[in-house]
């Protein structure tokens, strides 16, 4: 069966529905085994697909870029709600320092690796670049699943950092796809990229800080009728993170920010009310993302990719993330067992599979071939990482004592 605009409207929503309702009716399963429930949502996409039971066939990429762009700002919105100012006072500057030099070195450090086994050079930057940033959405949902709440500033530092890395991912996979497909060497670059890089983040601070003042405010005074402050925030950050984007800043940025900044200003039932809105829909928007984004993978593809696969994620969780973190956090007070653990839930989700399409839809050489060795890291990434976290987390004495249980949203 072939998915396509073909498909009537009411069948479309159906199996859609059908999908999503049996995602979140499993999604138990994943918490005890102890798993990552993205990677259950990843893995039903892939059943779905054309080498699975249900036989789909979908390669539009840009329709999954477009869809997955918007889910991604929704969860970052949602994300930044979810994050209380002195979470961010408490570790801005580890944060800020993994989210931009942990984020440069991992990437450096990758590329070198796949450069070596001997992909090209700004092919393997680019593949160092889309794999940089982590997804503490997924770790702090396996957190939450098993009922852990970190000592200290740890958890506080993971989730800041994963919402402060995705503009400095997406700008250097965006700057590395321009070389490739231009074929231009090394001596192309210029400062004005340095340029571009800081206007893209000094737009999305200057309107995700407004933004949030003001959609903080506006709620605040308005009165209106029960659910709609959920449906003005939901359109609110749509509409800050297309007009970000649209005058060149990083719109990612700016609805993680503006989601800070509003809750900040809110209480009682309004902010319950966001609170509850907004965890929903990113819990909607990661099952459909992953869900589309293992519809795009075709299994049958995948295995002469797997060695190259292998070596890059060895790579990137032995060696380029600990470095990454050993060096962003040398100035700052972190123990021992801190840093072990930072290092070890560099979690890999979403964003890098999403980021891998951008080279595919572009008119250079790169094929899917590359979004297939992506999809393999994160995989491994998930597995490996994923399943242990909990383990290390009571191996290494960080997990409070009575911690709650009940899980959130991300």
């Not at 160092?128 to 000592?151: M, N, P």
């Not at 509409?239 to 700016?254: K, P, R």
């Amino acid at each position: 069966m072939i998915l396509s605009t073909d498909l009537s409207v009411d069948l479309a929503v159906l199996i859609t529905a059908a999908v999503v309702l049996v995602s979140v009716l499993i999604s138990p399963v994943a918490t005890r085994l102890g798993a990552p429930i993205l990677l259950l949502f990843l893995g039903i996409g892939m059943l779905l697909g054309q080498d699975g039971p249900g036989g789909f066939e979908f390669n539009d990429f840009e329709l999954a870029y477009d869809i997955g762009s918007i889910a991604l700002a929704v969860i970052l919105f949602a994300g930044g709600l979810g994050t209380p100012v002195h979470d961010i006072r408490r570790c801005w500057g580890p944060a800020l320092s993994l989210a931009t030099v942990g984020v440069l070195l991992t990437a450096g450090t990758v590329g070198i690796a796949a450069w070596l086994l001997g992909i090209p050079l700004f092919i393997a930057l680019l593949l160092g670049s889309v794999i940089g940033s982590t997804d503490a959405a997924a770790t702090f949902l396996l957190l939450q699943g098993r009922g852990l709440k970190l000592r200290g500033r740890v958890t506080e530092t993971i989730v800041v950092e994963s919402g402060l890395n995705d503009p400095m991912a997406i700008f250097l996979t965006i700057l590395f796809v321009s070389l490739v497909d231009s074929g231009a060497g090394i001596d192309s670059l210029s400062w004005s990229l340095l340029g571009r890089f800081v206007q893209q983040l000094g737009i999305g601070i200057v309107t995700g800080l407004i933004s949030g003042w003001l959609l903080g405010l506006l709620i605040n005074r308005l009165s209106l009728a029960n659910g709609l402050f959920g449906v003005m925030g939901l359109a609110a950050a749509l509409a800050l993170f297309e007009g970000t984007q649209l005058i060149g800043g990083s719109g990612y940025l700016a609805v993680y920010l503006c989601g800070v900044v509003s809750m900040s200003r809110l209480s009682g039932e309004r902010r319950t009310e966001l609170d509850i809105t907004h965890s929903s829909l990113a819990w909607l928007s990661q099952i459909i993302m992953f869900l589309l984004l293992g519809l795009l993978v075709t299994p049958q593809e995948l295995g002469p990719k797997t060695l190259v696969a292998a070596g890059v994620a060895t790579v990137l969780i032995f060696v380029a993330r600990p470095l990454a973190v050993a060096i962003s956090l040398a100035v700052f007070r972190y123990s021992l067992k801190e840093r072990l653990f930072i290092a070890w839930v560099g979690l890999r989700g979403a964003v890098p599979i999403f980021l891998a399409i951008i080279p595919v839809m572009s008119p250079g050489p790169i094929g899917v071939n590359f979004f297939n060795v992506v999809f393999l890291v994160v995989i491994a990434s998930l597995v490996l990482q994923g399943w242990t976290i909990p383990w290390l987390a009571h191996r290494l004495d960080l997990v409070l004592p009575m911690a709650a249980t009940n899980a959130s949203a991300p």
